[in-house]
C-alpha cells in the first residue's frame, strides 16, 4: 500500500479487548497535529481508508484499525457499537493518542458518534461519509439470507457492486473494493451484519460537542441522503453531496474525499468562525 511515494502502511497487532486487533498506521507518530483515526464500513477493513490516509498523513500520524470480526483481527464477538467502541479505544490507548480526529464510513461514521459520546476529552471532531443515525429499521435477513446460500466471497462479489458504489463504477475500483472485503466466515459475517443493522445512535447525537463533517454520495443506494441529512442535522452541521458516488467515497473518489477531509481540518485550525454559518449542501 503504496501512495504518490510515500512511505508504505505500517502493520500492527496487540492484544485488544476480545483478542488480536490488527490495522496499519500511516504518517507520523511524532507529530504535534492530532492523530486521525479512520474506521471502516462494515465488513470491509481498516486499509479500505488507505487511499485517503495517504493524502492526509503528511502532517498528520494516521490509525486504521481492523475492528473485532474484520480483517486479521480476531473473528470473536461479541459485536455491537459498545464493543466496537472499546476495540477503537483500544487502539488510542496502544498508540498513547490523547486527542484524535475521527473519520468513519457507513457504520464508521455512527461509531465516531459513540466514540466521541464515550471518550469526549479525546475527540477533535467527526468525520462521517456514507453513514446514518440508526439502521434499526433494515431487516438484516435478506444479506444474511444470500451470504449463506453463496458463501461469504460470492456474496460480496454479487452485492458490494450493486449497493456499494454507483451505477458504472469502473471494474478496477470494484476489484479493490472486493480485496478490502472481510476474509472472515459464513457465522462471523452474518453476525457482523446483524450487529450492525441493530445500531442506533441517534440518542447519542445530540451529546456531541465537537465539530463534524457529514457527506453523503449523491447516488448512495445503502445510506441515501436522507440519512445523511439526518444525520447531519442532529450534530448541528450541513450535509456535503458528493455528484456520481456510491456509498462507499473512499473507493470510489479517494482524491475528492481527502480534499474534503483536509480542508475540514483547516478550517478547524481557523477557529469557530470559519466553521459558522454552513447551512445544509442540497
Not at 478490502?180 to 447519542?204: F, G, K, Q, Y
Amino acid at each position: 500500500m503504496v501512495h504518490d511515494g510515500t512511505p508504505a502502511a505500517v502493520p500492527f497487532e496487540f492484544e485488544g479487548p476480545a483478542g488480536t486487533l490488527c490495522g496499519w498506521t500511516r504518517g507520523r507518530p511524532d507529530s504535534t497535529e492530532p492523530a486521525v483515526l479512520f474506521i471502516h464500513p462494515i465488513n470491509l477493513q481498516g486499509a479500505s481508508w488507505d487511499e485517503v490516509a495517504g493524502r492526509v498523513c503528511d502532517e498528520r500520524f494516521c490509525l486504521m484499525p481492523d475492528m473485532r470480526g474484520h480483517g486479521r483481527s480476531s473473528p470473536d464477538g461479541p459485536f455491537g457499537v459498545d464493543h466496537w467502541t472499546a476495540d477503537l479505544l483500544a487502539v488510542l490507548d496502544h498508540f498513547a493518542v490523547d486527542r484524535c480526529h475521527v473519520v468513519g464510513g457507513s457504520l464508521g461514521g455512527a461509531l465516531a458518534v459513540a466514540l466521541a459520546v464515550a471518550a469526549p476529552g479525546r475527540v477533535r471532531s467527526i468525520g462521517a461519509f456514507g453513514s446514518f443515525l440508526s439502521l434499526r429499521s433494515a431487516d438484516p435477513e435478506p444479506v444474511v439470507n444470500v451470504v449463506r446460500a453463496l458463501g461469504v466471497r460470492r456474496a460480496f462479489e454479487e452485492l458490494l457492486p450493486q449497493v456499494s458504489v454507483a451505477p458504472g463504477t469502473s471494474e478496477e475500483i470494484v476489484e479493490r473494493l472486493l480485496a478490502h472485503a472481510n476474509p472472515n466466515d459464513v457465522e462471523t459475517v452474518s453476525a457482523i451484519w446483524r450487529a450492525a443493522t441493530a445500531t442506533d445512535v441517534a440518542p447519542l447525537a445530540a451529546a456531541v460537542a465537537v465539530p463534524a463533517l457529514v457527506v453523503s454520495g449523491a447516488l448512495d443506494a445503502t445510506c441515501p441522503t436522507e440519512m445523511g441529512r439526518e444525520l447531519a442535522l442532529a450534530l448541528g452541521t450541513r450535509l456535503v453531496v458528493l455528484p456520481g458516488i456510491g456509498h462507499l467515497p473512499m473507493f470510489e473518489a479517494p482524491a475528492a474525499t481527502a480534499d474534503l477531509i483536509n480542508g475540514f481540518f483547516a478550517q478547524l485550525a481557523e477557529g469557530p468562525a470559519a466553521l459558522a454559518g454552513r447551512g445544509p449542501v442540497r
